[in-house]
């Protein structure tokens, strides 16, 4: 069977969009997602992007999301851009969409060629929200986590989806792949964990890596960066109502921490390039 797709990247946050608007997500979609993703073996992504038709009345669009290993996941920042700008370009000519996702419904507006803002929602850091055990209530911020014999200092924020951010003093000397799988499957967090490290270079400028749950080391992360963004904040490092921007392996995002603890994120979208597979 032939499978028409289109490869797009959001700060090298790259997936495969499907048009699931008509046909509906394939019966198949966690095999695909594994076999689809697999670099240099195949057309290669952190995952499958299903754009189906929308649930929330006056939405443009709905965004699924399947991990490189085939699980679904509820949100993805980068995501959710390049789909607004796949409605944009195939018929959906609109300077603000509203996408429905995993964690509802999202407002994305357009800001120049390639270049969209999405209001990313609320932020918590109450353990119910991640969900985390063994960590009290809540906030969560800056508390103790052993991982494998080391104890680190972490702020846990939900986003819609999970996550664990930690300061380090030099994030490009981790060796992600060694202390990656381990903060993901903590038993802390029973749905397992998308883990940011991050870097502080000034109170406005961070650099991050991030280990995403499912798929392993991504070269950006759009919740991840909010969480971050808004785990500092927390911290008292990161001023809230300005731009903090953030330096990812694939690029730059730009957050801010509004009024009622909610994020604005602005960033790429970008065509790759469009084609059929076999599957």
Same mark, same amino acid.
């Given at each position: 069977m032939k499978l028409s797709f289109t490869k797009m990247q959001g700060c090298a946050?790259?997936?495969?969009? #499907?048009?699931?608007? =008509?046909? !509906?997500?394939?019966?198949?979609? /966690? *095999?695909?997602?594994?076999?689809?993703?697999?670099?240099?073996?195949?057309?290669?992504?952190?995952?499958?992007?299903?754009?189906?038709?929308p649930v929330?009345?006056?939405?443009?669009?709905?965004?699924?999301?399947?991990?490189a290993d085939g699980s679904e996941a509820q949100m993805c920042g980068n995501g959710v851009r390049c789909v607004a700008e796949w409605l944009y370009t195939h018929g959906t000519a609109k300077e603000t969409l509203v996408v429905d996702t995993g964690s509802g419904?999202?407002?994305?507006?357009?800001?120049?060629?390639? #270049?969209?803002?999405? =209001?990313? !929602?609320?932020?918590?850091?109450? /353990? *119910?929200?991640?969900?985390?055990?063994?960590?009290?209530?809540?906030?969560?911020?800056?508390?103790?986590?052993?991982?494998?014999?080391?104890?680190?200092?972490?702020?846990?924020?939900?986003?819609g989806n999970p996550h664990c951010v930690t300061v380090v003093d030099d994030v490009d000397s981790l060796k992600l792949e060694d202390i990656g799988p381990a903060f993901e499957k903590h038993p802390n967090f029973p749905e397992r964990i998308n883990t940011e490290f991050v870097q502080v270079v000034d109170s406005t400028h961070l650099k991050?890596?991030?280990?995403?749950?499912?798929?392993?080391e991504t070269w950006a992360c759009g919740t991840g960066t909010c969480a971050t963004v808004a785990a500092l904040t927390e911290l008292g490092v990161c001023p809230a109502g300005e731009d903090v921007h953030v330096q990812l392996r694939g690029g730059e995002l730009i957050i801010r921490v509004l009024p009622g603890k909610k994020l604005l994120m602005t960033g790429s979208a970008v065509t790759v390039c469009e084609g059929v597979t076999e599957v």
């Open positions: 946050n790259d997936y495969i969009y #499907l048009d699931c608007r =008509e046909s !509906g997500v394939p019966e198949n979609i /966690a *095999a695909l997602s594994q076999d689809l993703s697999r670099r240099h073996f195949s057309i290669g992504a952190d995952g499958i992007i299903c754009i189906c038709a929330t009345a006056g939405a443009d669009g709905r965004m699924r999301i399947f991990n419904p999202k407002t994305i507006t357009r800001k120049g060629r390639q #270049l969209w803002q999405v =209001e990313m !929602g609320g932020y918590s850091a109450m /353990a *119910a929200a991640l969900p985390a055990v063994n960590m009290g209530e809540g906030p969560l911020v800056d508390c103790p986590l052993t991982v494998e014999g080391r104890t680190w200092r972490v702020a846990c924020i939900s986003v991050m890596r991030v280990w995403e749950r499912g798929s392993g």
